[in-house]
Each structure stands twice: as structure tokens, then as C-alpha cells.
T-cell receptor, first 112, second 114 residues
Framework: EAGVTQFPSHSVIEKGQTVTLRCDPI?????LYWYRRVMGKEIKFLLH????????ESGMPNNRFLAERTGGTYSTLKVQPAELEDSGVYFC??????????FGSGTQLSVL | AQSVTQLGSHVSVSEGALVLLRCNYS??????LFWYVQYPNQGLQLLLK??????LVKGINGFEAEFKKSETSFHLTKPSAHMSDAAEYFC????????????FGQGTTLQVKP
């Protein structure tokens, strides 16, 4: 069974540009999460989907970040326009219940 | 608010030696506690978890952790380190017990010397 898949694995963009990250959860997992690790800091929660609905988006930094989950399947996280402080590793996770999360390998985003 | 503190951002042990990675948490409700590991170029993988019941929990690859409520600790141990254990380890607590929203510690990088 395929795990959580994230695309791209690395992205390098300039300040002001737009970047879209994609996450494909494990098939059948209704819960999908986005987390971020800024260099040198702890991994922090961004938001939680249950199917296509946003259950909790309390961790989203500001309105430059937009997350969607079309049809309750894959999810995208768009950053527009990107700023230097957005650099970091963005992790996606999915779960069937809410106890054990399965994480993807992350997308390393570098904003120059 | 819940929080997690991992003592030591880097820990170095010799192969065959005891591994001890420290984690302390704060929580106003009974916590769910987790240890995740990230090997180079891979995602986070669950090592073990404590939800309820037995306070000593065993995980994969010979790791175990003990929930000590009086000390608000959940330290990770392994009797004998192997070279393949070199990775970054994260302790996490689940906010409000079972929402899937994890609060992570800062991470501890384990180096295993031959």
C-alpha cells in the first residue's frame, strides 16, 4: 500500500512568486494534516481536513497560505506571494482515526 | 497550553551503548504521547505511542518509553544502539487527547559512533 506522497520534494522560488505543494494521502484516510518545520524550530501544525472540510486551520500563518482538498482526496497548499520566512519543510500526514498519523517525506521549500 | 521539551538537540552514543532521549511535556489533560523518528530523506515514522493503560510502551526497532505522570516525562530508551538508529527523533503530545493535532518537541539528532 502506498504511503503519503508529497510533490515536489524540493522547490526553490524567489520572493513574491507562487508555489503550490501537493499531498496525496493514504487511500481511505479521511483525515489530512499539514505541518511545517522552519529551520531550527519545532514542527508546527498548520491545518486539519476531514474529507473536504477544514476542521481546524488555527495554525495557518496568514492569508498568503491557502489549503484545499478537492473531493476529499489529495490536498494542495498554495503560498502566494511567498516570503523569505516561508522557507522550511512542509509535511503532510493522513490518518484513519486521529491517534496515529502517517507522514510523508515532506517538501523542502526555499524562498530566495 | 500543551508543550513538549526535548533535552539535548544532539546526542552521541557508541554502538552497543544505551540510548536515552529525554522528553518532558506539559498538559492540563491526560495526554496522548508519541515518539516519531525521521531517517535521512524520509518522512516521520511512528516509533511508539502512549494513550492509556500500561505506562511502559514498546515500539519498533527495540525502542521503548515510559510514561511517568509524576515527572511529566516520556523518555525514549534502547538498551543497545545500532548504527542504523542514527536519525532525528521527535517527541509529541496530542492536544486535547485525540484530535490528531500534535505538539512537537524541537527534535533530537542521535549520532551513533562505531
Amino acid at each position: 500500500e502506498a504511503g503519503v506522497t508529497q510533490f515536489p520534494s524540493h522547490s526553490v522560488i524567489e520572493k513574491g512568486q507562487t508555489v503550490t505543494l501537493r499531498c496525496d494521502p493514504i487511500s481511505g484516510h479521511d483525515n489530512l494534516y499539514w505541518y511545517r518545520r522552519v529551520m531550527g524550530k519545532e514542527i508546527k501544525f498548520l491545518l486539519h481536513f476531514v474529507k473536504e472540510s477544514k476542521q481546524d486551520e488555527s495554525g495557518m500563518p496568514n492569508n498568503r497560505f491557502l489549503a484545499e482538498r478537492t473531493g476529499g482526496t489529495y490536498s494542495t497548499l498554495k503560498v502566494q506571494p511567498a516570503e523569505l520566512e516561508d522557507s522550511g519543510v512542509y509535511f503532510c500526514a493522513s490518518s484513519q482515526g486521529r491517534t496515529v498519523l502517517f507522514f510523508g517525506s515532506g517538501t523542502q521549500l526555499s524562498v530566495l | 497550553a500543551q508543550s513538549v521539551t526535548q533535552l539535548g538537540s544532539h546526542v552521541s552514543v557508541s554502538e552497543g551503548a544505551l540510548v536515552l532521549l529525554r522528553c518532558n511535556y506539559s498538559s492540563s489533560v491526560p495526554p496522548y504521547l508519541f515518539w516519531y523518528v525521521q531517517y535521512p530523506n524520509q518522512g516521520l515514522q511512528l516509533l511508539l505511542k502512549y494513550t492509556t493503560g500500561a505506562t511502559l510502551v514498546k515500539g519498533i526497532n527495540g525502542f521503548e518509553a515510559e510514561f511517568k505522570k509524576s515527572e511529566t516525562s516520556f523518555h525514549l530508551t534502547k538498551p543497545s544502539a545500532h548504527m542504523s538508529d542514527a536519525a532525528e527523533y521527535f517527541c509529541a503530545v496530542s492536544e486535547l487527547s485525540n484530535t490528531g493535532k500534535l505538539i512537537f518537541g524541537q527534535g533530537t539528532t542521535l549520532q551513533v559512533k562505531p
